[in-house]
């Protein structure tokens, strides 16, 4: 692996283990995430790197849901992952001026909520 994309990852894990409420935390918005997400399309060699950083994140919010009882998201059964992350980067991009600057947090929930709310 390439040491600025080991790099890049080590970083971007930091950020996810920061503590609520500090910078690092908030500074993950949903450009960043929507640019590991592009990425793990458009790179041929690192691009496994960068879909792991997109696709964890995301599923950590669907688990997350999950355990809390939450029957509001319906994920797709099949390829959940890849199925959500397309949705996740259709969803920046159909307002992308104000959506890239929220929180990934925010644009996860915002894709869960408008694509698979359940029936």
Same mark, same amino acid.
């Given at each position: 692996?390439?040491?600025?994309?080991?790099?890049?990852?080590?970083?971007?894990?930091?950020?996810?283990?920061?503590?609520?409420?500090?910078?690092?935390?908030?500074?993950?918005?949903?450009? #960043?995430?929507?640019?590991?997400?592009?990425?793990?399309?458009?790179?041929?060699?690192?691009?496994?790197?960068?879909?792991?950083?997109?696709?964890? =994140?995301?599923?950590?919010?669907?688990?997350?849901?999950?355990?809390?009882?939450?029957?509001?998201?319906?994920?797709?059964?099949?390829?959940?992952? #890849?199925?959500?992350? +397309?949705?996740?980067?259709? +969803?920046?991009?159909?307002? =992308?001026?104000?959506?890239?600057?929220?929180?990934?947090?925010?644009?996860?929930?915002?894709?869960?909520? #408008?694509?698979?709310?359940?029936?």
């Amino acid at each position: 692996m390439r040491p600025v994309i080991l790099a890049a990852l080590l970083g971007g894990l930091a950020t996810f283990v920061a503590a609520p409420g500090t910078a690092s935390a908030q500074a993950y918005s949903a450009h #960043d995430l929507l640019s590991a997400c592009t990425v793990a399309d458009n790179d041929s060699r690192d691009g496994f790197v960068a879909e792991l950083e997109c696709e964890q =994140y995301i599923m950590g919010f669907v688990h997350a849901l999950a355990e809390t009882g939450d029957t509001s998201i319906c994920a797709p059964a099949r390829n959940t992952a #890849d199925e959500i992350r +397309w949705a996740y980067m259709r +969803w920046v991009h159909q307002d =992308y001026s104000t959506r890239k600057g929220l929180s990934a947090g925010k644009a996860v929930m915002g894709t869960l909520s #408008d694509n698979f709310a359940c029936q």
